[in-house]
């Protein structure tokens, strides 16, 4: 169709408003309360046009295009009328500077420290310098505002993390609560009051802590005015340069927008180009990658044990170091540890070292506690070929969502946004979990199922469809009569006793599975972390099968995936994580090389342990050398995604001290111990021989990924279709008298390298401290236990502590706690579980008892 | 007036309980429609009767209904505005208080007619006893087969609930109210969708004013024809006019659509108390422009009252005399509306708010030069320039109120 704006006609497709089609073609329409994430307000009213034929102005916003349409946008009557709304809306925002006949010479003379208790004018402002409202005041040739300006003294809320709300510089345009509704699915604040009232908040006028928020800081990028800031960095200029990285803080990869001043990082948000998250990230991404960069915890110089103490030395006195006492020891007696944190190149050349200067194949990581790994392994030994790869987007496509072991909110903020996405265009979720979910908000159907009986579950859904649904041409697929078999041992009668979900529940499941398609299972490490967790995820196949359904293993670290390709590449297969541990504890492995999360190796058996890794951790004090290295913003290279996508993040900052990239190390260490292979000037490099040497990696190309082509890694392609017969693994957990409650573990990869999130950031500890343990307030009550109070937690592999959380969903009789790999020991939940590392993927859950105290 | 069609029975006694309201043969007209009538007979009629809304915009109630699509795979929702909040507006809470089951018969036979199987009573807030005596009548509809499962054997279901209001005049507003129906803050929505088409939970909608419906089961009864000629051709039967203010005798006064407005103040309101002299009338709830005490002259149906520019609305007429000052009528005005803006649009929430504090200053004697064109140009940039009819609601009576006693009102700026 065609319509004509300001005389110019225009062609245009499809459905768009007036605004769209002429920001597309250069066309200013002022505007504040629009933006391309969410649905016209058409509140702000100045991006009113004139439209021939209509007796009122429509505001352009939320008028969409007609045939043959003649608008006038800049009429002077409509520019009259605009001034006077924009007015209007100055006359209850502070305005001095705006309107100020002295502004051009005021930049000049104004102090730099603008810390005001009230805000009256630009200068005065955080926001100075990105405020849309001044860009725009800017463009509509205010002189004077008709009336007297009105204050209307809203305390200014401070007490959240992260960031300040003052809603004197709100204009309401409603942005924050529509994105918080519309994108996020928060609904963490609202319009109250109304009239001349009418300001946004929360519930009751709670904190945002406890109305729902997820501090993702959506709400802040979308505010035009400095109602909304980041604390941090409220009275910090503005950022000299910005560049690109990717953010390391969970398996979605979502593009960041690092700030720079001064060589320094201010913040980061997140890339409205990102092709994960456009526009979005987390708290993790937006408020946290500062503090883990210039967190007091850093190494700085690598230190060497020299007459028992640890001394800062040179970084060729630490090689050299390091290289002697490493080439003491026979192949099998060295281990290494490395991180799915890690870049690609990172791992290859861990792997390369260990292989062909130390000849060992024990090499290991928290891999094998993953989704994805679990996964592979089913698909492996099945010989199904299954798909590594998904698209993140396709989740957003599908009408019947199935979610499994996994708490989204906290875990997998981006796969929440696209679950959201899907159940607004229709889609039924089914979640099913012990503990109530913030997504069960949107869920059709909640099974509320006992702890670690997901297998249970899947299988009792798997014999009703067979059972309802009669086997038609699922029965020729292959095993179908020993998968049918497998499951006849199953006794309906006993579904509510075993899973705590009843028959009409599950049939109601099994009809929601059926009645559309596409249908995406989604599961994360709490269907995976059993000892059974490998047949959890063969019996999740096999309902897929009769379902149609696509898989999505969630995993946790941002580069599990790059992890996996680079460790597949070697058939040979030395000793695995937990092996390892025990190899040190035994006093089998003798040397031990970190470069990964451990937990507190207090009672190994250990000559040599050398500890490279960004922070100061328990094990610090253990290790016989330490070698400072990069975060990600101090280094280059590449991450694989959990849908398979590989992603190049480019140095943003100079390293801390004397930190050096981890690719860096061990190539220095490689060329010291022989002079062959490991001569690397920077990771293109590494890279162009990955993709020589690794099959999966030989599309893989720095050139093509820089010009922006997507490049998804190489996937399984010999897929075989067959149902698995399952193997039932008898009794849940049991608790006994002695312990009484059944601890479970929250990942929410509140960690970096070494480094517990919240012990950096006092914001996300308040959010979600990791060393809360969570108790339902039924045994709180019970226990006569409070809020904050000490809590001692034992087993019968060991003990730590934590603090009382009273959590309104945790089921009656558990307590869960975060997973962290190098929290204090006395916090540590992982050194507790070592003991429990009998099968090489589980992490399992654990009979308790939990007392008072320390 | 000889026949009335709404308020007939309002002066019995216990008419509201059904058994009295079968004896005088109510549910007649549901019979009618349920076993003689099809939807598209009902349809029909309602056209021909030429039924204009009484909430207000007076859009013709069966043009309304046929707005509805009729294959759908979504239920098809009833919405009743009972959230009368305009002020000077009591007609609908005499209604469902005196003969709540003539409404319910409305609701009924216009369920059956558009396909509906559910319908909300959106009641405002403030009407507790009023809420309470309609949920009283369905229930005993429901005892006795007019509401529920196979209503009369005829196989047509329909469930009626009554939702009150939390005190918003916007509420009233469509949109508004089906926003707050859904449990959401009451601000009204984007036009285009329309509700007939996307309305409550994002289903096909129709949304009646009280009065309106409780019209249908007369047109039913005794015809279009019939109904017609208790109005004027163009807009059947008769209004409910709410007569409050300075007159010896106000209440509510069932008359021709197209009575004389001089006759209902000075004839059926039996004219001014205390002797005094008229000075001006809103003529159809607060948001009607005034008219002059010369202006009254004039028919009360929507056509008449929009060539005076003003409009019928909601049918509630109130009475100044020469002894109220207009700027507290102003004041009463700018406070309602400033007040009660759902606060999205800019000119509605901030324009509002200022006129409010403006007219306050002149009120507290504080009155500067100038202040007057501020509030004219104020209402002005509301008018026409926001999302819902409030800001037009608020703009127009103000407006109106300067053009027509801006003498009066200087006089209190420069004292």
Not at chain 1, 96 to 104: F, G, N, T, V
Not at chain 1, 434 to 439: A, I, K
Not at chain 1, 612 to 629: K, R, S, T, W
């Amino acid at each position: 169709m065609k319509i004509i704006i300001d005389g110019k006609e225009l062609e245009v497709e499809g459905k768009k408003t007036i605004l769209n089609i002429a920001q597309e073609n250069d066309i200013f329409i002022p505007s504040l309360c629009d933006h391309p994430r969410l649905a016209p307000f058409g509140g702000c009213r100045l991006c009113i046009v004139e439209i021939k034929g209509r007796k009122n102005y429509a505001p352009s916003c939320c008028t969409y295009a007609d045939d043959g349409m003649e608008i006038k946008t800049k009429t002077p009557r409509l520019q009259r009328l605009r001034r006077e709304i924009l007015e209007l809306i100055l006359s209850e925002h502070p305005n001095a500077c705006l309107i100020c006949s002295e502004k051009e010479n005021c930049d000049d003379y104004k102090s730099t420290i603008r810390k005001v208790g009230e805000t009256t004018g630009c200068v005065l402002c955080s926001n100075n310098g990105r405020c849309e409202l001044q860009d725009i005041v800017e463009t509509q040739q205010i002189e004077q505002v008709k009336f007297p300006s009105f204050y209307r003294d809203f305390e200014v809320k401070k007490s959240d993390p992260f960031f300040d709300r003052n809603y004197n510089l709100c204009i309401l345009c409603g942005r924050c609560v529509r994105i918080c509704h519309e994108v996020r699915g928060a609904s963490a604040i609202a319009f109250v009051n109304r009239g001349s009232q009418t300001v946004v908040g929360t519930v009751l006028d709670l904190p945002l802590l406890d109305s729902g928020c997820q501090f993702c800081g959506a709400c802040v990028d979308v505010c035009p005015t400095g109602a909304l800031t980041e604390r941090a960095i409220k009275y910090e200029m503005l950022p000299e340069e910005t560049k690109k990285s990717v953010c390391p803080l969970c398996s979605a990869g979502c593009e960041l927008k690092i700030d720079l001043m001064g060589g320094k990082i201010l913040g980061s948000k997140p890339s409205e180009d990102g092709a994960v998250n456009r526009g979005q990230a987390c708290v993790k991404g937006r408020f946290i990658i500062r503090d883990l960069v210039y967190s007091p915890r850093r190494i700085l110089k690598p230190l060497i044990r020299a007459n028992k103490k640890l001394e800062e030395v040179s970084w060729e006195e630490a090689l050299d170091f390091v290289t002697r006492r490493l080439k003491k020891y026979k192949g099998k007696e060295i281990a290494l540890i490395t991180s799915p944190q890690l870049s690609c190149e990172d791992n290859y050349l861990f792997q390369k070292f260990a292989r062909e200067r130390l000849k060992t194949e024990n090499i290991g990581s928290s891999y094998s506690f993953s989704p994805l790994a679990v996964y592979h392994e089913m698909s492996q030994k099945n010989q199904l070929g299954l798909a590594l790869n998904f698209k993140i987007r396709d989740i957003s496509k599908a009408k019947v969502i199935f979610l499994l072991g996994e708490d989204l909110a906290v875990s997998h903020p981006l796969i929440w946004l696209e679950v959201l996405e899907a159940v607004k265009n229709g889609a039924k979720l089914i979640v099913a979990s012990p503990n109530e979910l913030p997504l069960n908000r949107f869920s059709s159907l909640w099974l509320q199922i006992k702890p670690g009986s997901e297998f249970h579950l899947l299988s009792f859904l798997s014999r009703i469809l067979i059972e309802n649904g009669g086997a038609g041409r699922l029965s020729r697929i292959e095993e179908f009569d020993s998968f049918k078999n497998s499951l006849n041992k199953l006794d309906i009668s006993q579904v509510f006793e075993i899973t705590g979900i009843t028959e009409k529940e599950l049939i109601k499941t099994a009809r929601l599975l059926l009645e559309e398609e596409p249908a995406a299972f989604l599961f994360g490490m709490g269907l995976t972390q059993h000892p059974w967790g490998s047949q959890n995820v063969a019996a999740l196949q096999n309902l897929a099968l009769q379902t149609q359904a696509q898989l999505f293993p969630l995993g946790l670290e941002n580069n599990l995936r790059g992890l996996f390709e680079v460790g597949r590449n070697y058939p040979d297969k030395g000793l695995a994580f937990n092996k390892i541990i025990q190899g040190a504890s035994s006093g089998d492995i003798k040397a031990l090389y970190l470069a990964g999360p451990m937990p507190y190796l207090n009672k190994a058996k250990l000559e040599f342990l050398v500890l490279q890794d960004c922070y100061i951790n328990e094990n610090f004090e253990l290790a016989d050398a330490v070698l400072p290295a990069t975060t990600f913003a101090e280094t280059e290279g590449t991450f694989i995604n959990e849908e398979g996508r590989v992603q190049r993040f480019k140095k943003v900052v100079e390293p801390v001290g004397d930190a050096k990239p981890d690719w860096w190390v061990i190539s220095q260490l490689a060329c010291k111990m022989g002079n062959k292979g490991f001569n690397y000037k920077d990771v293109s490099g590494i890279m162009k021989e990955m993709s020589k040497v690794i099959p999966g990696f030989s599309n893989i190309s720095y050139l093509k990924l820089e010009n922006g082509k997507e490049i998804f890694i190489r996937d399984e392609k010999k897929r075989r279709k067959s149902f698995i017969p399952l193997k039932d693994n008898g009794p849940l957990y049991k608790t006994s008298k002695k312990y009484p409650y059944l601890l479970f573990v929250d990942y929410s990869l509140d960690y970096y390298r070494s480094l517990p999130l919240g012990r950096e950031s006092l914001g996300l500890r308040k959010i979600r401290d990791s060393r809360w343990i969570k108790i339902s307030p039924e045994d709180a009550k019970k226990l006569k236990l409070d809020e904050g109070e000490s809590l001692r937690v034992e087993s019968s592999s060991g003990s730590f502590n934590g603090f009382v959380k009273i959590i309104e969903s945790m089921p009656k009789g558990t307590i869960s706690t975060s997973l962290l790999w190098s929290e204090d020991s006395d916090f540590s939940a992982v050194s507790f579980f070592t003991g429990f590392f009998q099968e090489e993927n589980a992490l399992g859950m654990l009979p308790v008892k939990i007392k008072r105290g320390k | 007036m000889k026949e009335k069609i709404l308020s007939k029975h309002f002066v019995l006694e216990n008419f509201y309980k059904i058994d009295v309201y079968l004896q005088k043969k109510g549910y007649q007209a549901v019979k009618k429609a349920l076993n003689e009538k099809t939807p598209e007979n009902i349809l029909e009629e309602v056209k021909a009767a030429n039924l204009r809304g009484r909430g207000g915009a007076g859009f013709p109630a069966g043009v309304k209904w046929s707005f509805v699509p009729q294959q759908v795979d979504k239920p098809k929702y009833l919405c009743v505005n009972a959230d009368e909040g305009e002020p000077g507006t009591f007609k609908d809470r005499y209604i469902m208080s005196h003969d709540p089951h003539l409404l319910l018969e409305g609701i009924i036979i216009t369920s059956y007619c558009v396909g509906i199987h559910t319908a909300f009573i959106y009641i405002r807030g403030e009407y507790e006893a009023v809420a309470l005596r309609l949920e009283k009548a369905i229930s005993e509809a429901y005892k006795n087969g007019f509401l529920g499962k196979n209503i009369l054997e005829s196989g047509f279901d329909l469930d009626v609930y009554v939702h009150r209001g939390a005190g918003a005049y916007i509420c009233g507003e469509e949109t508004a109210l089906l926003e707050s129906l859904e449990g959401k803050r009451g601000n009204p929505r984007l036009k285009p969708p329309f509700p007939a088409s996307i309305g409550l939970f994002q289903s096909p909608t129709v949304i009646n004013n009280v009065e309106t419906l409780s019209n249908i089961p007369s047109i039913i009864l005794k015809g279009a024809k019939w109904f017609c000629k208790k109005g004027l051709p163009e807009d059947g039967g008769t209004r409910i006019f709410g007569v409050s203010g300075m007159v010896k005798k106000p209440g509510i006064y069932e008359l021709s659509i197209g009575t004389n407005l001089k006759d209902i103040i000075f004839k059926h309101a039996k004219g001014m108390a205390e002797g005094k002299k008229l000075k001006a009338v809103i003529p159809g709830g607060l948001s009607a422009p005034i008219l002059k005490a010369d202006e009254i002259d004039i028919k009360m149906d929507f056509d008449s009252l929009v060539n005076a520019n003003s409009m019928l609305g909601s049918a509630a007429i109130v009475v100044i005399d020469e002894d109220t000052s207009i700027l507290d009528v102003l004041k009463v005005v700018t406070r309602f509306y400033s007040h009660e803006s759902c606060g999205q649009c800019t000119p509605c929430r901030i324009g509002s708010s200022w006129i409010n504090k403006i007219v306050r200053r002149i009120c507290d004697g504080k009155g500067k030069n100038g202040d007057i064109d501020n509030i004219i140009r104020l209402a002005s940039n509301i008018l026409g320039n926001t999302l819902c009819p409030l800001g037009d609601a608020a703009a127009m009576p103000i407006l109106a109120i300067i053009k027509k006693f801006r003498e009066e009102i200087e006089s209190y700026v420069s004292n």
